[in-house]
């Protein structure tokens, strides 16, 4: 088969899983290492993709994600004859079951062995003391995680509860003044979306303890979810 993927995350899966099937990635895929060498051709953003040069790409299959990729660019892309695949990931079991529907229904691979290891790998996460937590995922202007996101299901399994679930949005727009004020134990700040860096985001929350995790571990839903709980515990206890 021949694919192009929308999706940083589902790139690495494919990539990981079926080196070669790829045919086009976005701009912003950047795994695996070796991605470049497998000859898939850049096809624009995941918000601005090149329709016409993925349509001339004669992919058997188009992965997108509802949340990631605009549905008038999907739209575009059924317009042009091309089957679309849209997953829907809204917490972690989700994010199993997505994977699963891709690699093995959709593309006909056996499943692979990183996705076992990354079930067994959150199975096996026991949370520690409960932490209530802010949890940007911008600035200019701020914005954080709100309900009913994977990011915000795999906190909560570590024992981090953000203080946004209950918000009617999924990431609200909220005045630094009152995250500022937000009676909390800690700041999580990613790496993406936002590149938050400790000289570009804690000097908002004087005060506050600060968690600089890994973006791919917390957002991404692919290989990197074998090694996530580790490395985002990691990074949560050199916060605290």
């Known amino acids: 088969m021949r694919v192009v993927s929308l999706v940083p995350s589902l790139t690495e899966a494919v990539a990981v899983t079926a080196p070669g099937l790829l045919v086009g990635v976005t701009d912003w895929c950047t795994h695996p290492a070796d991605l470049g060498r497998q000859g898939a051709a850049r096809v624009g953003g995941t918000k601005n993709?090149?329709?016409?040069?993925?349509?001339?790409?004669?992919?058997?299959l188009v992965v997108a994600n509802?949340?990631?990729?605009?549905?008038?660019d999907l739209a575009a892309l059924r317009a042009?004859?091309?089957?679309?695949?849209?997953?829907e990931v809204r917490g972690l079991p989700q994010a199993f079951a997505e994977l699963d529907r891709l690699l093995v229904r959709a593309l006909g691979l056996a499943r692979p062995r990183w996705l076992?290891?990354?079930?067994?790998?959150?199975?096996?996460?026991?949370?520690g003391r409960e932490l209530r937590a802010v949890v940007p995922v911008w600035r200019r202007p701020w914005m954080v995680?709100?309900?009913?996101?994977?990011?915000?299901?795999?906190?909560?399994?570590?024992?981090?509860?953000?203080?946004?679930?209950?918000?009617p949005e999924r990431y609200p727009k909220v005045p630094l003044a009152e995250l500022a004020a937000a009676d909390c134990d800690l700041v999580v700040l990613p790496d993406e979306p936002y590149?938050?860096?400790?000289?570009?985001?804690?000097?908002?929350?004087?005060?506050?303890?600060?968690?600089?995790?890994?973006g791919r571990h917390l957002t991404w839903y692919g290989p990197s979810l074998a090694e996530a709980p580790q490395v985002l515990a990691a990074a949560l206890a050199a916060a605290r």
């Open 49 to 60: 993709p090149d329709v016409a040069a993925i349509a001339a790409l004669r992919p058997d």
């Open 66 to 72: 509802e949340e990631e990729n605009r549905a008038p």
């Open 80 to 87: 042009a004859g091309l089957e679309v695949l849209v997953t």
């Open 116 to 127: 076992d290891e990354a079930e067994a790998a959150w199975a096996r996460v026991e949370p």
């Open 145 to 167: 995680l709100g309900r009913d996101t994977f990011a915000g299901d795999l906190l909560a399994r570590l024992g981090v509860h953000h203080m946004y679930a209950g918000h």
């Open 195 to 214: 590149a938050f860096t400790r000289e570009d985001g804690p000097e908002a929350f004087p005060g506050r303890p600060a968690a600089l995790v890994s």
